[in-house]
């Protein structure tokens, strides 16, 4: 009996041992628990009936997506996310021949690559108008798309003294400037020597409004300002109340030089800086400001009220004004909050001159001062997007999320996750004065294979979200080029593109509407080779030239037929032009291989397009 | 107090039983996986990284999930925060572990070969004091990977605890911590120790000759030294 109960408690023991061992046995979970769960087979259908849209049906907006370093625009439908085009704009771009014909080849200026980050749709008292889309570009450009034709009509710049021209394009409310702004300070004019050491002194942020004409949209230099070398980084122009100013956020305002991730983030705040482009204008007018690069540079030192500085959340990066330009909200991506500043506080303390100091001249606010609210929207705040009825959304990074917030009340009401690393956001209309709501797209960074694997270039990732509702919902993912940062929503019965270049419009000097005036003129070792593509000859159908002339064709497309377009691909040259209907295009280069060179049709046209073939004969010399 | 010690005594130098022995050598060879299997894992989540950054702990040595990368992945994150970079070097317990192992491992087979519940006592406290000694290294190195930030790193958080046990939300992590297949296997030679310990105990008590006799036997020992 006594040796069966020590028996027992042994068995006891070692059993309670065990189960010990066995609590302690715990797993991580496979699946992270902050994950939302998946979405319920009704969701998918709603979601699915939300995005598709039927063979032959039409999308309610358009997406005009920036291209990054591809230098592109793409245009997608919204709500079907689909890739309808892509306009080529910094970048030669062979689908439509641009970057080949004599005026694109010019308007490219020597440059195969532009860093294309913010478009913005042109504007009549603070709403898409639907005329122009200017995009910014890294090599100091902007370019204007015309939205009749959706084509690139100019590309103004390189402007002098701009270095990096990231915080751009933002136009005004009647789009009378877009503005451009150096991220990368550097000793001016370009071509000063300065050595890194003096960084803090001898390198200079500049920022630029460029006048947009109100009827061509031509483009030229208004006003360049000075400003301290910090990294000029991402802008808004004001609007309502606000209108007059633009917004421009920097990080670097230690004005450090090496390692920036960890030289530039040692400050607790950064600066938004708010530049009166008014005042701007008249100084300009004036002429006043130091001719520096060939341009007179506005120095904020000499002329005060030009500029002033308001301390931001550390490193902040977007800035984006409410659509009643009441409220300036700024997110310092190395904070957890945003900050919705109050314009009127901001003109209030500028009244009163309750400035903190300065920088190179320009007055600091306090922060205290001017500042309605800090929304704790989450982790890594990047930009905010407006919806109707005073909603914001906010794209955090570091979440991986979109938070909704109410202006006014500064309360987040729901959160809804990206895939993955959400940068910039759009929502429809959603940095105008009457943000159409319904529609947000999340512009994401990366895509971590949540698409059929393509290899290690992987796409980025666009992805709808519904904003009906109270809570967000997401839609639907798309897969888009590299590399989209900002994008603008504008709603399809706002534009009305052309479909063919009508006859009577083309001016251009060289077109020609018959066959019979087709064919080669000689004037001393130039030919010009007047050209008709229809279907399906080009014509003349031989040319014969020297070795060493300089020979110009110029093609004009004769249809009158939507869609009928057609190439011009010239083998071994190098050479491929697309022309519309309606359209004339020259290119001009060097006959300076002998031989026989094919050209032909590069755009599918007929059921003849086979036949629609020449020969470029060069008789050696 | 002096009948107990003298009790203890005896049992301490009592020979050990088969069936101890046995066990002995069953936790001899639980130490094995020490050598070969991790000993605790970390595994964090966040939005960016849906399937999860690994990290596993071995005596020997770090290793990062997704052979290797995972620990890139978390030096490049943690940089931001100042955070010392995660390096096999920067760990004497490699060092020593392996050692102390090892050298435990040789005591238990003194243990099975020519044990005493004396020995059998030893080594348990040996390895208790070292287990618990391990975990407490561990906890301290977390403790000074969370506390020990560059002052002038980019990214200013306060100074944290990563979880030992369990799971924690660091700023968009879900870090989870939990001891591995080796842990176990150390767990479970602290258990075979204990298991023979006791069984090892009550038998030398219960084999112990009467008070008197003990007594005579205790006489004649004190006497032969």
């Known amino acids: 009996m006594h040796k069966q109960t020590r028996t027992v408690r042994r068995g006891a023991i070692a059993l309670g041992l065990l189960a010990g061992a066995l609590f302690l046995a715990r797993c991580p979970p496979s699946a992270p628990k902050g994950g939302k769960a998946a979405a319920t087979v009704s969701d998918l259908q709603v979601a699915a009936m939300k995005t598709y849209v039927a063979p032959g049906d039409l999308d309610e907006f358009y997406l005009f997506s920036s291209g990054g370093h591809s230098g592109q625009v793409y245009v997608y439908g919204v709500p079907s996310m689909r890739h309808l085009t892509t306009i080529p704009v910094f970048t030669p771009y062979p689908g439509t021949g641009y970057g080949f014909d004599d005026d694109t080849k010019k308007m490219l200026g020597g440059l195969t690559w532009g860093d294309a980050h913010h478009p913005a749709l042109s504007e009549t008292n603070g709403d898409y108008d639907g005329r122009w889309l200017f995009i910014n570009e890294m090599n100091g450009r902007v370019a204007r798309i015309d939205l009749r034709d959706f084509k690139t009509k100019e590309i103004f710049g390189p402007a002098p003294n701009i270095s990096g021209n990231h915080g751009s394009s933002f136009v005004t409310p009647n789009t009378e400037y877009a503005l451009m702004s150096s991220r990368f300070s550097i000793p001016i004019p370009k071509g000063t020597y300065a050595s890194i050491d003096k960084y803090a002194t001898e390198y200079k942020g500049v920022a630029a409004g460029i006048k947009i004409d109100p009827q061509s949209g031509n483009m030229s230099l208004g006003w360049e300002v000075l400003l301290p070398p910090f990294d000029w980084d991402l802008g808004d122009a004001g609007k309502g109340p606000s209108d007059g100013w633009f917004f421009l956020t920097c990080y670097n305002a230690e004005r450090a030089t090496g390692k920036l991730e960890v030289t530039a983030s040692q400050r607790d705040r950064d600066y938004i800086v708010a530049i009166n482009w008014r005042e701007a204008e008249k100084a300009a007018k004036e002429g006043k400001g130091d001719m520096v690069g060939g341009v007179k540079v506005l120095d904020p030192k000499k002329i005060p009220g030009l500029a002033y500085l308001m301390p931001c959340g550390k490193s902040p990066h977007g800035v984006d004004v409410s659509p009643d330009g009441k409220w300036i909200i700024g997110s310092g991506k190395l904070a957890g909050i945003t900050t919705a500043f109050n314009f009127e506080k901001v003109m209030t303390a500028v009244r009163n001159k309750n400035f903190t100091g300065d920088e190179d001249g320009i007055p600091v606010l306090k922060y205290e001062d001017i500042k309605d609210a800090e929304v704790p929207v989450g982790l890594g705040p990047l930009h905010t997007q407006f919806g109707p009825d005073g909603w914001a959304y906010t794209s955090l990074f570091v979440d991986s999320a979109i938070a909704k917030w109410k202006l006014g009340t500064w309360e987040v009401v729901d959160k809804v996750p990206m895939s993955y690393s959400i940068g910039h956001l759009a929502a429809a209309e959603g940095d105008t004065m009457h943000p159409k709501g319904k529609y947000l797209v999340g512009l994401n960074k990366l895509s971590h294979g949540r698409h059929l694997s393509v290899g290690p270039s992987q796409p980025e990732s666009s992805q709808l979200v519904d904003i009906t509702e109270e809570k967000m919902k997401l839609l639907y993912d798309a897969f888009t080029e590299p590399e989209p940062h900002y994008a603008q929503m504008i709603k399809a019965d706002k534009l009305h593109p052309i479909e063919i270049y009508p006859k009577a419009e083309n001016k251009h000097p060289l077109a020609i509407w018959d066959v019979k005036d087709a064919g080669p003129v000689r004037q001393g070792d130039k030919v010009t080779v007047k050209t008709v593509v229809v279907r399906s000859t080009i014509t003349p159908t031989s040319v014969e030239v020297k070795q060493g002339d300089t020979v110009m064709f110029a093609i004009t497309n004769i249809e009158q037929t939507t869609d009928e377009l057609h190439g011009f691909g010239l083998l071994d040259y190098n050479l491929n032009l697309v022309i519309d209907p309606g359209e004339t295009k020259t290119v001009t280069f060097r006959a300076d291989k002998p031989g026989v060179f094919p050209y032909y049709c590069t755009n599918f046209c007929s059921a003849l397009h086979q036949e629609m073939q020449g020969y470029l004969i060069v008789k050696p010399k | ?225």
């Open chain 2, 1 to 225: 107090m002096k009948p107990f010690i003298e009790k203890s005594n005896r049992i301490l130098g009592s020979p050990l039983g088969y069936g101890p022995r046995g066990i002995i050598l069953v936790a001899a060879l639980l130490l094995v996986p020490a050598f070969v299997s991790p000993l605790w894992t970390m595994t964090m989540y966040a939005p960016q990284y849906p399937n999860g950054l690994r990290l596993q702990i071995y005596s020997h040595k770090l290793e990062g999930g997704n052979g290797g990368q995972d620990v890139k992945e978390i030096n490049i994150l943690n940089h931001y925060i100042g955070m010392k970079d995660l390096t096999t070097e920067d760990f004497t317990e490699f060092k020593w572990l392996p050692f102390v192992v090892g050298a435990l491992g040789l005591l238990f087979l003194r243990g099975v070969v020519f044990g005493t519940v004396g020995n059998l006592l030893d080594i348990t406290i040996l390895f208790a004091y070292f287990s618990l000694f391990s975990l407490w290294s561990f906890a301290y190195k977390l403790w000074a990977y969370g506390h020990n930030l560059a002052p002038s790193a980019a990214v200013k958080v306060a100074p944290f605890m990563p979880p030992l046990f369990g799971g924690k939300q660091l700023a968009n992590f879900e870090v989870y911590s939990y001891p591995a297949a080796s842990s176990y296997a150390l767990g479970g030679t602290a258990v075979a120790l204990i298991v023979a310990l006791l069984w090892s105990w009550q038998t030398a008590r219960r084999e112990l000759p009467s008070v008197s006799a003990g007594a005579a036997v205790g006489a004649a020992s004190r006497a032969a030294s």
